[in-house]
């Protein structure tokens, strides 16, 4: 069974830096793109940065330049690294992976259990 476990959320004062880490375990084939989303009170769950197997990245505009991605392919890991932290940076943080169970499988994407980031002080 595939799991995927985040952890390193917690409080930071606005400026700060916070670093997540999302592990994935459990019997797959194949990973392709990982990624970390956010969902604020009220607000819908948003894409923050994935990367692909490759170490192709994308991410939201409004972290561009403060946040990072990064994966260790090899330990099936994945690193969200986030600098100058803002109030509005403020949500649950969740990790997902697109996994393909088996070789004849297709991908689906599977989602950890979520870390909670707040930004205040």
């Known amino acids: 069974q595939v799991q995927l476990v985040e952890s390193g959320g917690g409080l930071v004062q606005p400026g700060g830096s916070l670093r997540l880490s999302c592990a994935v375990s459990?019997?797959?084939?194949?990973?392709?793109?990982m990624g970390w989303f956010r969902q604020a009170p009220g607000k819908q769950r948003e894409l923050v940065a994935n990367?692909?197997?490759?170490?192709?990245?994308k991410y939201e505009d409004s972290v561009k330049g403060r946040f990072t991605v990064s994966s260790d392919n090899a330990k099936n890991t994945m690193t969200l690294q986030m600098h100058s932290l803002k109030p509005e940076d403020t949500a649950d943080y969740y990790c997902?992976?697109?996994?393909?169970?088996?070789?004849?499988?297709?991908?689906?994407?599977?989602w950890g259990q979520g870390t909670q980031v707040t930004v205040s002080g």
């Open positions: 997902s992976a697109d996994i393909a169970a088996y070789y004849y499988s297709a991908f689906k994407t599977y």
């Open positions: 459990g019997e797959m084939y194949s990973i392709s793109t």
């Open positions: 990367i692909t197997r490759g170490g192709r990245t």
